[in-house]
């Protein structure tokens, strides 16, 4: 069963950059994962920042990016924010109409 | 614009059976594929199943294999999750999600199915 792995947090300063990963455990994330970025705050409903690798969804201001550097797909958070600080998911296509999310990364902004 | 709003969650005993709705509106449900995906409390996000824009396949996760059918009402752009033999490890929030390109994209605020005795 292959899994899907991202960094369970991760720290970042106001106004850095800091760039989350979602790999798998066994071979490498492409496009053809169509690899998908959300943001959940606290008793919220996830909300969709970057889907199929890089598209930003409606809404999203462009200091979210998304690509796939090496063999993972990365969401890239440019001039953080504080409000920026909640749980962030990725989920991956996996084919054979499955997809899987990762266990998320909780980004604290300090 | 795009709205999903799920109904139909609540208290239920293990093994019962629970129908979850989401009624779509600005756009047209036949037309793109949609999921379900779920949340127990504190925990991360769970996708569950998915039903094509045609309606001609279904997929699930496979620990609801068997016992869960999503399905389509057209006429009422409305998509359903029955959920039979219900655990107690299917407590969670249920999210239905519109699918733009093979990803989930679109949210609805999500719909709390507790399983306990």
């Known amino acids: 069963q292959t899994v899907v792995t991202q960094e369970p947090s991760f720290s970042v300063s106001p106004g850095g950059t800091v760039t989350l990963t979602c790999g798998l455990s066994s071979g490498s994330v492409s496009t053809r994962y169509y690899p998908s970025w959300y943001q959940q705050t606290p008793g919220q409903a996830p909300r969709t920042l970057i889907y199929s690798t890089n598209t930003r969804s409606s809404g999203v201001p462009d200091r979210f990016s998304g690509s796939i550097l090496g063999n993972k797909a990365a969401l890239t958070i440019t001039g953080a924010q504080a409000d920026d600080e909640c749980d962030y998911y990725c989920?991956?296509?996996?084919?054979?109409?499955?997809?899987?999310f990762g266990g998320g990364t909780k980004l604290t902004v300090l | 614009q795009v709205q999903l709003v799920e109904s139909g969650g609540g208290v239920v005993q293990p093994g019962r059976s629970l129908r979850l709705s989401c009624v779509a509106s600005?756009?047209?449900?036949?037309?793109?594929?949609m999921h379900w995906v779920r949340q127990a409390p504190g925990k991360g996000l769970e996708w569950v199943a998915v039903i094509w824009s045609d309606g001609s396949k279904e997929y699930y996760v496979d620990s609801v294999k068997g016992r869960f059918t999503i399905s389509r009402d057209n006429a009422k752009n409305t998509l359903h999750l029955q959920m039979n033999g219900l655990r107690a490890e299917d407590t969670a929030v249920y999210y239905c999600?519109?699918?733009?390109?093979?990803?989930?994209?679109?949210w609805g605020q999500g719909t709390l199915v507790t399983v306990s005795s």
């Open positions: 999600a519109r699918d733009v390109g093979m990803c989930p994209v679109d």
């Open positions: 600005g756009f047209t449900l036949s037309t793109k594929g």
């Open positions: 989920v991956l296509y996996m084919g054979s109409g499955i997809w899987v």
